[in-house]
């Protein structure tokens, strides 16, 4: 049983280093022009912050920031996106939130395994 369970999660590691940064550059590159020169600007960044996200590699971050809002209500709080979600093309916004739930939790769920295995191991709980 563990031994099948350890294969997952290093088959789900190969899969994530595949799928996670190419989600994430696809979004990035597809992200409308209208959402970010709405939304990359002062209260929602800094000055700051609005010119270093407007670029490759720290685009990715705005990225991040984006899906983040789209999908869960508490981070549009954060940023006082306001509702984002209704801004941006029904396309933008289903692609957001597959990439939220399912890669980046699929990513998350994968590392809390893999810390509960190691301290487990750490314990002496498996063999």
Same mark, same amino acid.
């Given at each position: $049983? $563990?031994?099948?369970?350890?294969?997952?999660?290093?088959?789900?590691?190969?899969?994530?280093?595949?799928?996670?940064?190419?989600? @994430?550059? @696809?979004?990035? =590159?597809? !992200?409308?022009?209208?959402?970010? &020169? /709405? #939304?990359?600007?002062?209260?929602?960044?800094?000055?700051?912050?609005?010119?270093?996200? /407007?670029?490759?590699? !720290?685009?990715?971050?705005?990225?991040?920031?984006?899906?983040?809002?789209?999908?869960? +209500?508490?981070? /549009?709080?954060? /940023?006082?996106?306001? &509702?984002?979600?209704? &801004?941006?093309?029904? =396309?933008?916004?289903? %692609? *957001?939130?597959?990439?939220? #739930?399912?890669?980046?939790?699929? %990513?998350?769920? *994968? $590392?809390?395994? $893999?810390?509960?295995? %190691?301290? *487990?191991?750490?314990?002496? #709980?498996? +063999?």
């Amino acid at each position: $049983m $563990m031994e099948s369970f350890v294969h997952f999660l290093i088959h789900s590691i190969l899969l994530l280093v595949v799928v996670f940064p190419v989600s @994430l550059l @696809l979004l990035t =590159w597809s !992200t409308p022009a209208s959402v970010i &020169d /709405r #939304y990359v600007q002062p209260p929602h960044f800094s000055e700051f912050e609005s010119l270093a996200y /407007r670029y490759f590699p !720290t685009s990715l971050i705005r990225t991040n920031l984006f899906s983040l809002a789209i999908a869960i +209500p508490f981070a /549009r709080r954060i /940023r006082k996106f306001g &509702d984002i979600h209704k &801004d941006v093309p029904l =396309w933008y916004n289903l %692609a *957001c939130r597959f990439y939220v #739930y399912f890669v980046f939790g699929y %990513a998350v769920f *994968c $590392m809390a395994a $893999m810390g509960l295995i %190691a301290i *487990c191991l750490k314990f002496g #709980y498996l +063999p």
